[in-house]
Every structure is written in structure tokens, then in C-alpha cells.
């Protein structure tokens, strides 16, 4: 079992191609979500971050190559995205890895490489840089210190949980629920006041750093520069 708690969202509308990646990552031990649509997609992307995404390049309701550049565009360049597709030439190979894509696996295909795809994807995406810096604010990962010019901020554990997520995925707004659920590993509930004071404390941390945490309405949380 290679793959005990990562999340996979398949992005699919053939139902028995669906059906056949859905039982078999499961069987390898993987989470898995489902969408037939790059509606349903976006959906889920805005409320949860999967470890990885299957997507068909051919959907209902448009080009999944344009939808992965909607999602590099808006922050979410951090997802390997393995594409699926029946176009089988050099060129639309090259153009999907172009656009955005990690890896790229034609129709017909068989569940093992799939699969070994995946893995070797999400090993890549497991080799996050110790040092993560933008301007004066840094983030030692393996040691969970957040430091402004050098200097430790003392943040706790979940605050630099918080930060790390917002680093990794800058301009991107969060939902409290998303958070919650990262961070907590539990669903939000009823308590709504342990996200916003740990979201509070953060903010009041990290001012002047040149980095602010901001809040706007029916869209979430966000890190911007100040």
C-alpha cells in the first residue's frame, strides 16, 4: 500500500474509466475524490487541496489543459497534475507538459503504470526545499521556524502550519474549512474561534515582515504583500 493518506482527485467524465482509477488507487491505499466536470472540480479545489490530480484533457464543460493553467495561474502550481487523453502525437505530448501538465499517460493505459505514475509524482512533490524565503520572511521546514531577518518569530505549531500553507500557495484564497481540516485534521464544526485567533496571533506576528494576511467575504483567507 504506497499510498496511505494521500487524497487523489480524478477529473474524469467517462464513468467506467472513473470507476476503473477510483477502485485501483484505493486499492493502492489512496483517498480518492471524484468530478465529472471541471465545475465540480473547482468546487472541490476551493474547499480541499488534493496531493495530487488526474485530469482528462476532453470534459463536458471545457479543455482540461485550460483549466490547468487556471490552476497554475491561481496558486496552485504546488499540485502534480497527471493528464489523461486518447490524443496520442509527439506534439500533443509535448503541449500538455507545456501548459502545465507533470506527467501524461495516453488512452488505453494499464492500471500499473498508472499508478507508478502517480508515486513518482507525489515522491517528486515530497521533496519540499528546507528554506523556503520570500523578501525577509523565511520558513525552515524541517525545523518549523518562521524567521523575520533572521530572527525567530516563536510561532506555534499550528501557526506555522497556517503560514507554510499560505507560502506554498501564494495569492490563493482559503476557506476557514480548508484550513481547519489541514491544520486541525479534524472538520471545522463548531469551532470557528480557535481558526481566527490563531489567524489573528499570525497576522500580528508576521506585521512588517512585508507580508499580510487578509479576509474577504464569501471568499476566504489570503496571503498578499503589504
Known amino acids: 500500500m504506497n499510498g496511505t493518506g ?15 482509477n477510483k477502485r485501483m488507487l484505493e486499492w493502492e491505499g489512496y483517498e480518492t475524490a471524484e468530478a465529472a466536470t471541471l465545475q465540480e472540480a473547482r468546487a472541490y479545489i476551493y474547499k480541499h487541496r488534493p496531493n495530487a490530480i488526474i485530469l482528462d484533457i476532453m470534459l463536458p464543460d471545457g479543455s482540461g489543459l485550460d483549466f490547468m493553467r487556471e490552476l497554475r ?4 502550481s504546488g499540485i502534480p497534475i497527471l493528464l489523461l487523453t486518447g490524443l496520442t502525437t509527439k506534439e500533443d505530448v509535448v503541449f500538455g507538459l ?10 488505453p493505459y494499464d492500471f500499473s503504470e498508472l499508478s507508478a505514475r502517480i508515486e ?6 515530497a521533496r519540499v526545499p528546507e528554506i523556503i524565503a520570500k523578501g525577509r520572511l523565511s520558513l525552515d521546514v524541517a525545523a518549523s521556524i518562521a524567521a523575520l531577518d533572521g530572527i525567530d518569530l516563536l ?7 497556517l503560514l507554510l500553507i499560505f507560502f506554498q500557495n501564494e495569492a490563493r484564497f482559503f476557506c476557514a474549512e480548508y484550513l481547519y481540516e489541514k491544520v486541525w485534521k479534524a472538520p471545522l464544526a463548531d469551532d470557528s474561534q480557535a481558526i481566527r485567533k490563531t489567524l489573528s496571533r499570525l497576522r500580528e506576528k508576521i506585521k512588517g515582515s512585508g507580508w499580510k494576511i487578509e479576509w474577504s467575504k464569501g471568499e476566504g483567507y489570503i496571503l498578499i504583500r503589504e
Open 120 to 125: 513518482a509524482l507525489l515522491r517528486r512533490a
Open 6 to 20: 494521500k487524497r487523489i482527485l480524478l477529473v474524469e467524465d467517462n464513468e467506467k474509466i472513473m470507476y476503473g
Open 98 to 107: 507545456m501548459a502545465g501538465g507533470d506527467d501524461y499517460l495516453t488512452k
Open 73 to 76: 495561474e491561481g496558486g496552485n
Open 155 to 161: 510561532l506555534t505549531q499550528k501557526e506555522f502550519a
